[in-house]
């Protein structure tokens, strides 16, 4: 199920929000200031974020997350309920708008509509590389890959995001989960595998790249 982050400096509504998307089968991710969600947003499919935050605004989040190339829908919470406000907030690069005081069933309803608009967009691709996320299949030139489901998993996490670097780290709370118990490791074995079945050349890998220091990244067209 999609990660979902919300940002807002009140626990309540933290609390609520994260009662709510759990029962839709959701995994969530929550920050209180924009330094965190800053930290967590390359990790998310969806974030609902607050305008006002300590640190950093949730509007100079979203101009910094479409500045950086990141297409996840998102969704702002705001006290402010002026039609100026909410074209601001539009034109900062917002998907969808709540006005508080807010009914979380109104916030589910909206994620659920954001979610189908991007689930429309089935299929990742890049070059001769198809990869369908509804039928979990994937392709090379038209062959079909013989991916196993961490394979896969690893492969879509970082195709959906090409250009951006991944930690290991990041990589295993994605794909592995946070309850992992093993070493960031397992992160190289499985890519050295994926890197094999994708036919990649080290030297001049076609899909995924080492980035020294950090981890991986999917290479831009």
């Known amino acids: 199920?999609?990660?979902v982050l919300i940002v807002?400096?009140?626990?309540?509504i933290l609390e609520i929000l994260?009662?709510?998307?759990?029962?839709?089968?959701?995994?969530?991710?929550?920050?209180?200031?924009?330094?965190?969600?800053?930290?967590?947003?390359?990790?998310?499919?969806?974030?609902?974020?607050?305008?006002?935050?300590p640190g950093v605004p949730g509007?100079?989040?979203?101009?910094?997350?479409?500045?950086?190339g990141m297409s996840l829908p998102l969704l702002m919470l705001t006290a402010r309920g002026e039609e100026e406000d909410k074209l601001r907030g539009l034109d900062s690069g917002v998907d969808d708008y709540v006005v508080k005081p807010f009914s979380p069933r109104e916030v589910l309803a909206r994620v659920r509509a954001l979610l189908r608009r991007v689930g429309l967009r089935e299929e990742v691709a890049s070059g001769t590389?198809?990869?369908?996320?509804?039928?979990?299949?994937a392709s090379l030139s038209g062959r079909p890959l013989e991916l196993s489901k961490l394979e896969f998993d690893l492969l879509t996490a970082l195709a959906q995001h090409p250009g951006m670097a991944w930690t290991r780290e990041r990589l295993l709370?994605?794909?592995w989960g946070s309850d992992f118990l093993g070493t960031e490791r397992v992160v190289d074995v499985h890519i050295t595998g994926l890197r094999k079945k994708l036919g990649e050349v080290s030297d001049k890998p076609q899909f995924i790249e080492t980035v020294r220091g950090v981890g991986y990244r999917f290479r831009e067209e």
Do not use: C, K, S
């Open 59 to 68: 509007t100079e989040l979203v101009r910094e997350a479409r500045a950086a």
């Open 8 to 12: 807002d400096d009140d626990p309540a």
């Open 1 to 3: 199920m999609p990660y």
């Open 173 to 175: 709370e994605r794909v």
């Open 129 to 137: 590389l198809r990869i369908n996320l509804r039928a979990h299949t």
């Open 18 to 53: 994260q009662a709510y998307l759990v029962t839709e089968g959701h995994t969530v991710l929550r920050a209180q200031n924009g330094f965190e969600a800053r930290e967590l947003l390359p990790r998310a499919d969806l974030a609902i974020i607050d305008w006002m935050l």
